[in-house]
């Protein structure tokens, strides 16, 4: 297992990563085409919130699973389905570029599968995380925990990378670290949403699922640590 951080970051794309994001802008495009009255006519205009309400991950939903530890599937898929529907343009759009530049860097070393299985850990268990900590009455929308995940997946190979070359191993978290003081900054000014919570936890998830995806597992990258 090899990854070069400074190598070009014009590579071809994984095919996995081109069908996330055609996926998640596909459907940004019919909410606002229909927001524009292009498209549905005009029960159109509702479509954002009507998917919203039906696959957005709810607190209050959680809460009633755990109380009643039952998984129905209307609401177990929602620690899915919520990653693929945003609440703006603006954020499907800046979620996909983190998920089109983050997947490229992790597509050097990982596989197609590797690369999706990464992506779903981290949106599940940032559900699972913003359920858990989030206050009551919170919601969760959008691909970011997966994008941060794919985050995750990168700074884990450049650590193996600083831990092979001898570097300063804290310089693969720097970007996560500057993501994560950006939304502290943001929050200050505009107020806070709970969303960091899946974030994190989703940079967590994607760091650990590449542990074991990696090329050879855990076991090889244990050996290349101790080796070097």
Same mark, same amino acid.
């Given at each position: 297992?090899? *990854?070069?951080?400074?190598?070009?970051?014009?590579?071809?794309?994984?095919?996995?990563?081109?069908?996330? $994001?055609?996926?998640?802008?596909?459907?940004?495009?019919?909410?606002?085409?229909?927001?524009?009255?292009?498209?549905?006519?005009?029960?159109?205009?509702?479509?954002?919130?009507?998917?919203?309400?039906?696959?957005?991950?709810?607190?209050?939903?959680?809460?009633?699973? $755990?109380?009643?530890?039952?998984?129905?599937?209307?609401?177990?898929? =929602?620690?899915?389905?919520?990653?693929?529907? #945003?609440?703006?343009?603006?954020?499907?759009?800046?979620?996909?570029?983190?998920?089109?530049?983050?997947?490229?860097?992790?597509? =050097?070393?990982?596989?197609?599968?590797?690369?999706?299985?990464? !992506?779903?850990?981290?949106?599940?268990?940032?559900?699972?995380?913003?359920?858990?900590?989030?206050?009551?009455?919170?919601?969760?929308?959008?691909?970011?925990?997966?994008?941060?995940?794919?985050?995750?997946?990168?700074? &884990?190979?450049?650590?193996?990378?600083?831990? #092979?070359?001898?570097?300063?191993?804290?310089? /693969? &978290?720097?970007?996560?670290?500057?993501?994560?003081?950006?939304?502290?900054? *943001?929050?200050?000014? !505009?107020?806070?949403?709970?969303?960091?919570?899946? %974030?994190?936890?989703?940079?967590?998830?994607?760091?650990? /699922?590449?542990?074991?995806?990696?090329?050879?597992?855990?076991?090889?990258?244990?050996?290349?640590?101790?080796? %070097?």
């Amino acid at each position: 297992m090899s *990854f070069e951080p400074d190598a070009a970051p014009f590579n071809p794309l994984p095919p996995v990563v081109v069908a996330l $994001v055609l996926f998640i802008l596909g459907i940004e495009a019919i909410f606002s085409l229909g927001a524009r009255g292009i498209l549905g006519g005009a029960d159109a205009i509702g479509w954002r919130i009507e998917a919203m309400q039906e696959y957005g991950f709810f607190t209050q939903i959680f809460d009633w699973m $755990v109380q009643n530890t039952a998984a129905p599937f209307e609401f177990s898929k =929602r620690f899915l389905s919520y990653a693929f529907v #945003h609440p703006s343009f603006t954020s499907a759009i800046f979620a996909s570029v983190i998920i089109l530049a983050m997947g490229n860097m992790a597509g =050097r070393v990982f596989s197609g599968f590797s690369i999706l299985i990464i !992506f779903v850990v981290s949106i599940v268990l940032g559900a699972v995380m913003f359920g858990l900590f989030a206050p009551d009455g919170s919601v969760l929308f959008g691909s970011f925990p997966g994008a941060y995940g794919l985050i995750g997946a990168y700074s &884990f190979l450049m650590w193996v990378s600083l831990v #092979h070359t001898g570097g300063p191993q804290m310089r /693969a &978290f720097r970007l996560i670290g500057v993501l994560m003081a950006i939304q502290l900054v *943001f929050g200050l000014i !505009f107020g806070s949403r709970p969303d960091w919570i899946a %974030d994190l936890s989703g940079f967590i998830g994607g760091f650990a /699922a590449s542990l074991v995806l990696a090329p050879g597992g855990f076991a090889r990258v244990m050996a290349m640590i101790k080796r %070097d």
